[in-house]
C-alpha cells in the first residue's frame, strides 16, 4: 500500500512539473500595426505585388528583423527548406525595398496572456488525456467480466503409465 501510495506522489508531482514547463513553453505573439519601428525589432512588412497574369494586386507579408528604416528598408530574412526526410537548408537573406512599397509595419510582440491560456488549454488537455489513459477518468465498469471456471482433473499414476503402454 504504501508502495502504491509513493507511486501516486511521484505520478503526482510528475504531472505539476509538465503542467508548469508547458506554462512557461508555449509562447503566442501578436502583430501590432507601428509608423515607424525601432531597428533591430522584428517586423511583418505588408507589399502590395502585382500579378502580370490577371492584373490583380495582393498583399505579400514578408516578416524579418529591421536592419534599417529610411529611404530604403532593409530586412534580414530566414527560410527554411526541406530537403528530404532529414535534411533541411537554412537561407539567410537581406532584402531591401523602397519605403513608398511597403504597406505598414506590423511590430511583432510577445503576447502574455495568449501564452498562459495556451499553455492552461495544453495542460488541461494532458491531464484528462493522463487521466483517461491509467483509469482515472472511466468510472465503474458497468458488466464486470465473469471470472473463468477453473476444472481440476484428477488423474492416478497407473492410468497414465497405462496410457502409455496401450498406445
Known amino acids: 500500500m504504501n508502495r502504491l501510495r509513493m507511486n501516486g506522489i511521484r505520478a503526482g508531482?510528475?504531472?505539476?512539473?509538465l503542467t508548469a514547463g508547458v506554462v512557461f513553453l508555449a509562447g503566442c505573439h501578436t502583430?501590432?500595426?507601428?509608423?515607424n519601428p525601432p531597428p533591430g525589432s522584428v517586423v511583418r512588412v505588408r507589399i502590395p505585388v502585382q500579378s502580370p497574369l490577371n492584373n490583380r494586386t495582393e498583399d505579400v507579408l514578408v516578416e524579418g528583423q529591421l536592419l534599417d528604416n529610411g529611404d530604403t528598408i532593409s530586412l534580414a530574412t530566414e527560410t527554411r527548406r526541406q530537403l528530404g526526410a532529414y535534411?533541411?537548408?537554412?537561407?539567410?537573406?537581406?532584402?531591401?525595398?523602397?519605403?513608398?512599397?511597403?504597406?505598414?509595419?506590423?511590430?511583432?510582440?510577445?503576447s502574455t496572456g495568449k501564452s498562459?491560456?495556451?499553455?492552461?488549454?495544453?495542460?488541461?488537455g494532458a491531464t484528462l488525456a493522463a487521466l483517461f489513459g491509467f483509469g482515472g477518468g472511466g468510472g465503474e465498469v458497468p458488466n464486470?467480466?465473469?471470472p473463468p471456471q477453473t476444472t481440476v482433473v484428477n488423474?492416478?499414476?497407473?492410468?497414465?503409465?497405462?496410457?502409455?503402454i496401450a498406445r
Open 31 to 35: 502583430y501590432r500595426v507601428v509608423e
Open 87 to 110: 535534411s533541411e537548408l537554412m537561407q539567410h537573406d537581406t532584402l531591401r525595398l523602397a519605403s513608398d512599397r511597403v504597406t505598414s509595419f506590423e511590430l511583432k510582440e510577445f
Open 13 to 17: 508531482l510528475q504531472a505539476a512539473v
Open 144 to 146: 464486470p467480466p465473469i
Open 116 to 124: 498562459i491560456a495556451l499553455g492552461v488549454v495544453i495542460a488541461g
Open 155 to 164: 488423474q492416478s499414476l497407473l492410468s497414465t503409465v497405462w496410457g502409455l
